[in-house]
């Protein structure tokens, strides 16, 4: 299983919000190439790249901090935020040098572009499943869909995605830890065929234990994302690479 620091960019500045929300924002870096080398020196061997402005705007904003992000740590990185054409992932993928897209918002609303945009990418396409109460969440968060978790995830069973990515929003970032019924979903998921990222209050060395546990079981659970846990340093990145490495 793989851990993927993420790092949120908005303004230029690595930062983090609670719930997705805007309005409730702490700055954690203003260099976020610098918290990119940082983690990489900790044994960060993928990086989870949200671009916050380009969510809220529908279109990918931070390219320059992306693109030294990737170019100057030579990791493989995924980013979402924003990308919804095929002009957006063409971009991405060829001209910031990312090794992985994640689209939210245009796969709830067009499921069908969607898969086929993954035949046109093979393997390169991350489907970003945002939930609250096991419903899709879009738009950056600002709204909850009549959509379930589930319903969406079985339209791409058969497409080549490289991820499902799930985040459980009322979690994020919340430093609460990974509840039950995330658990639940993302074994769920994972019975399905697809390959699934955590995302979402992972808080603890517990946390990433519990999602372990379920990797032992059926490993199409292939990787967690930490966001603020690493940034107030209730999870060590060098202790989890480690650890998830044992």
Aim: charged letters at 25%; proline letters at 4%.
């Amino acid at each position: 299983m793989q851990l993927y620091p993420a790092i949120d960019i908005r303004g230029g500045k690595c930062v983090r919000l609670r719930q997705g929300d805007y309005n409730d924002e702490t700055i954690f870096g203003d260099d976020p190439v610098e918290m990119a080398l940082k983690w990489q020196a900790e044994g960060a061997e993928w990086l989870h790249l949200v671009d916050l402005d380009g969510a809220r705007e529908g279109r990918p904003v931070n390219h320059d901090v992306v693109r030294r992000i990737v170019s100057e740590t030579g990791l493989p990185c995924q980013m979402g935020g924003g990308i919804r054409d095929e002009d957006s992932i063409a971009l991405a993928l060829n001209d910031l040098g990312l090794s992985r897209v994640i689209i939210g918002t245009k796969a709830l609303k067009e499921p069908d572009w969607f898969a086929e945009a993954c035949t046109k990418f093979p393997d390169k396409l991350a489907l970003g499943l945002d939930a609250k109460d096991s419903m899709v969440a879009t738009e950056g968060w600002l709204e909850v869909s009549s959509v379930s978790v589930m319903q969406l995830a079985e339209r791409f069973t058969d497409v080549p995605l490289a991820a499902v990515i799930y985040t459980n929003i009322a979690n994020d970032g919340m430093m609460q830890g990974v509840d039950p019924g995330t658990l639940s979903d993302l074994r769920a998921l994972a019975d399905m065929g697809l390959p699934v990222i955590a995302s979402g209050g992972v808080t603890t060395m517990d946390d990433l234990a519990a999602l372990q546990k379920i990797y032992e079981a059926q490993p199409n659970l292939i990787g967690a994302i930490v966001g603020r846990a690493i940034y107030e340093g209730t999870i060590s990145v060098k202790e989890a690479c480690g650890a998830l490495a044992d």
